[in-house]
């Protein structure tokens, strides 16, 4: 497989589920991060780690709790989850934030809907 | 605040024509600029990044940068019905090492 991939491309949980989603990306970069996309509203940056570290968390409720194993794999664990949190799920790499041309690449996203 | 604002649309060109797709930022203390493709239903997929002003030209796409200005727009030539997608504008500024996202602008080409 080539690219950033994510698993499950659909999600269907209850308010008192737990659930995970998986992000991987094969292109040998650095950088991964966690995005938010809901209707009508700008892609929102929830979660960013550089070289398995996490570097940014813009005051997303502790109900997201991410996790990066690697540099190749990210997770997003899910449990009591709102009904506001439905949304699509982005997962994005790139080789280096601090560069200027620092490109990142998405994943096909996980489609969320929270009961 | 750093904001990145795009005029939400829809845009309609008819088959052919350019289209022009506008983004205005707020701070100036930006340092790189990107523009991505998002066809519904599917994930960003980039087109181009600009940095310098002036113009950055690739295939029927060019990019144009006016920091003094606060604005980059994005030109499509001989726009396709393939064009139609809600077009993202993200700018990175140099205080943060993370992209900022307009909200987008819908396109629609008509065959």
């Known amino acids: 497989e080539t690219g950033v991939t994510q698993t499950p491309r659909h999600l269907v949980m209850g308010m008192t589920n737990k659930k995970s989603l998986k992000c991987e990306q094969h292109l040998g970069h650095n950088a991964m991060y966690w995005y938010k996309q809901s209707a009508k509203k700008p892609l929102e940056l929830m979660f960013v780690y550089n070289f398995k570290e996490q570097t940014e968390n813009n005051s997303v409720p502790s109900r997201f709790s991410p996790e990066c194993p690697n540099s190749s794999h990210l997770f997003l664990h899910l449990h009591t989850l709102q009904p506001e949190d439905s949304a699509l799920y982005l997962c994005?790499?790139?080789?280096?934030?601090?560069?200027?041309?620092?490109?990142?690449?998405f994943g096909p996203g996980t489609r969320l809907t929270v009961l | 605040q750093k904001e990145v604002e795009q005029n939400s649309g829809p845009l309609s060109v008819p088959e052919g024509a350019i289209a022009s797709l506008n983004c205005t930022y707020s701070?100036?203390?930006?340092?790189?600029f990107f523009w991505y493709r998002q066809y519904s239903g599917k994930s960003p997929e980039l087109i181009m990044f600009i940095y310098s002003n002036g113009d950055k030209e690739d295939g029927r796409f060019t990019a144009q940068l006016n920091k003094a200005s606060q604005y980059v727009s994005l030109l499509i030539r001989d726009s396709q019905p393939s064009d139609s997608a809600t077009y993202l504008c993200a700018v990175k500024w140099r205080s943060a090492r993370q992209l900022t996202f307009g909200s987008g602008t819908q396109l629609t080409v008509l065959p």
């Open positions: 701070d100036r203390g930006s340092q790189s």
């Open positions: 994005a790499s790139s080789q280096d934030p601090s560069g200027v041309g620092d490109t990142q690449y």
